[in-house]
């Protein structure tokens, strides 16, 4: 809803599967109005509240959405005040989000026949979160929480431990033939818990730079290092303070930010939550498409 120059204007979302709701009024100025990269509260870099410091409403055309600027907000842009809304996704579209990943998982397939399955490498400190995360993913598959690779806290791990300042040694070095297209590696993921970021070491990115496959990075437990996120798993593309944890690990491991996936597993809950199904899975569905690139590169002759 925008009141433009003492008219007001509203828009109704002709969308039955969605639910709005108001969060908040207030009046705006180009001092108090938020700023991001894009220099103000922005809709899909299309739709501007705050435009070059100004209390202005600003509208290009682009391909995020599209809307008929005179009927949303007149003919001035002078914009004093304005509501925010949010849009709630319904319990059925997340369903269907759930239910359309793990079909697209389960019918997965190697791009190079010779390929029976895709290989995935997971690595990180003690702790990370590299069993839970299998643990997650299959108690998905099983409709139930299931446990099937022990996880490791403090001093132990039960999985693949990875020392940042020891040099990398494919396959290949320690092997009497050099490995075939399916013995390999075909994505590796990094497992790095969210609250332990400034800890991670400064020989990591030099070792991770050698590692010549697909990589990901895999930050675990947003939920405790974010209290918006902790109190609803919705938020973690909203937050701020997230997305801050995203491009410092991007910054320092040399990954883009679009391969720092936020997830959550399950550690003590005793029942699956929609939300944390669809990171999960989304996140898995990533590091196969990964392993597709890379096959997709190789030359299978």
């Not at 319990?91 to 079909?103: F, N, T």
């Not at 389960?106 to 839970?132: D, W």
């Not at 693949?160 to 040099?167: E, G, M, S």
């Amino acid at each position: 809803m925008l009141k433009v120059a003492g008219k007001l204007q509203m828009r109704k979302l002709s969308c039955s599967a969605l639910k709005i709701k108001s969060l908040s009024a207030s009046k705006l100025t180009g001092h108090y109005a938020r700023f991001d990269e894009a220099k103000g509260p922005s809709f899909g870099q299309q739709l501007y509240l705050c435009y070059n410091n100004q209390p202005v409403v600003n509208y290009q055309k682009g391909n995020a959405f599209s809307c008929d600027a005179k009927t949303l907000y007149g003919d001035d842009t002078e914009l004093s005040e304005f509501e925010v809304y949010k849009v709630e996704h319904s319990k059925s579209i997340v369903l269907s989000q759930r239910a359309e990943l793990m079909e697209k998982i389960r019918n997965q397939k190697p791009l190079i026949t010779s390929v029976s399955r895709v290989r995935i490498l997971m690595i990180g400190p003690v702790g990370a979160g590299k069993s839970s995360f299998f643990n997650s993913i299959n108690s998905i598959f099983m409709s139930r929480m299931t446990s099937k690779a022990m996880s490791g806290s403090a001093g132990t791990s039960l999985t693949t431990q990875f020392n940042p300042t020891a040099p990398f040694q494919p396959d290949e070095q320690k092997a009497s033939r050099p490995a075939s297209l399916q013995e390999k590696i075909h994505c590796v993921v990094y497992v790095i818990d969210a609250t332990k970021i400034s800890l991670m070491s400064d020989k990591l990115e030099e070792k991770l730079a050698a590692i010549r496959i697909a990589q990901m990075v895999l930050m675990t437990k947003v939920d405790e290092t974010c209290p918006h996120v902790q109190n609803d798993l919705e938020n973690i593309y909203a937050s701020s303070y997230i997305k801050t944890k995203v491009q410092e690990v991007s910054s320092r491991l040399g990954v883009s930010v679009s391969c720092v996936l936020p997830v959550k597993n399950y550690s003590q809950e005793l029942e699956l939550e929609l939300n944390c199904d669809v990171l999960l899975l989304t996140a898995l569905q990533q590091m196969l498409r990964f392993a597709d690139d890379y096959l997709d590169d190789v030359d299978p002759i």
